[in-house]
């Protein structure tokens, strides 16, 4: 069965540049979550959207932002990069909101140096 | 967002049947218990979730207490891909948003032979 697509995997980039994740979600799932996982942390959510509008917002630095486009998927942009920011980020999808399971990608490993 | 507490670590011998405990005594009557697990450099993934009733899928069992203050993820028979961290979310249900998954330490299950 298709899976969450996230690209790149791995992502390194220099202090004060930018970066952009992508997401693609399962087919036909219409909602995008995107996770922050920093090193021996937990998985901390930053932002969704249902049907290419933004849904919640959790903990995402303004340096961030994020949209969901015509086709459902999603990109993440970070701009002027922290070394704080080094990170898994995850993206998930499901059908629906509310109580609907999440599928997770295999996550885009950002390394800032 | 009403908590979860979790034992930090557990150990299982393979082929054994393991019970992870949660308590969540601060539960609100719209709150789901979601269970999420996430093996070792991968993305989360759902395992199973319930509002009263006990659960069960292909991958497990949840119990859940008759006055929701604690559940319990039963695995019937853990194996070494049982390996993971495991984590108890409590999944507040609003039509309105993409409902967000709050992450917390979560149990570190370790299966050996």
């Known amino acids: 069965a298709a899976g969450v697509i996230q690209s790149p995997r791995h992502l390194i980039k220099e202090k004060r540049e930018t970066a952009t994740l992508k997401c693609y979600p399962i087919p036909r799932h219409d909602t995008v979550y995107w996770y922050q996982q920093g090193p021996g942390q937990d998985p901390q959510f930053l932002i969704s959207f249902y049907e290419k509008m933004q849904s919640d917002k959790g903990s995402i630095p303004d340096r961030f932002s994020a949209q969901q486009f015509s086709d459902y998927h999603s990109e993440l942009n970070m701009s002027s990069l922290e070394l704080g920011d080094s990170a898994l980020y995850f993206c998930a999808s499901s059908l629906g909101r509310g109580n609907s399971e999440q599928y997770f990608g295999p996550g885009t490993r950002l390394t800032v140096t | 967002d009403a908590k979860t507490t979790q034992p930090n670590s557990m150990e299982s011998n393979e082929e054994e049947p393991v019970h992870l405990p949660c308590n969540h005594s601060?539960?609100?009557?719209?709150?789901?218990i979601h269970w999420y697990r996430q093996l070792p450099s991968q993305g989360p993934e759902y395992v199973i979730h319930g509002l009263t009733s006990n659960v069960n899928n292909r991958m497990a069992s949840l119990a859940i207490a008759e006055d929701r203050k604690s559940s319990t993820l039963i695995l019937h028979r853990a194996t070494l891909r049982d390996a993971a961290v495991y984590y108890c979310i409590l999944r507040a249900i609003n039509t309105g948003t993409a409902s967000k998954l709050t992450f917390g330490t979560g149990t570190r299950l370790q299966v050996t032979l």
């Open positions: 601060t539960i609100s009557g719209t709150d789901y």
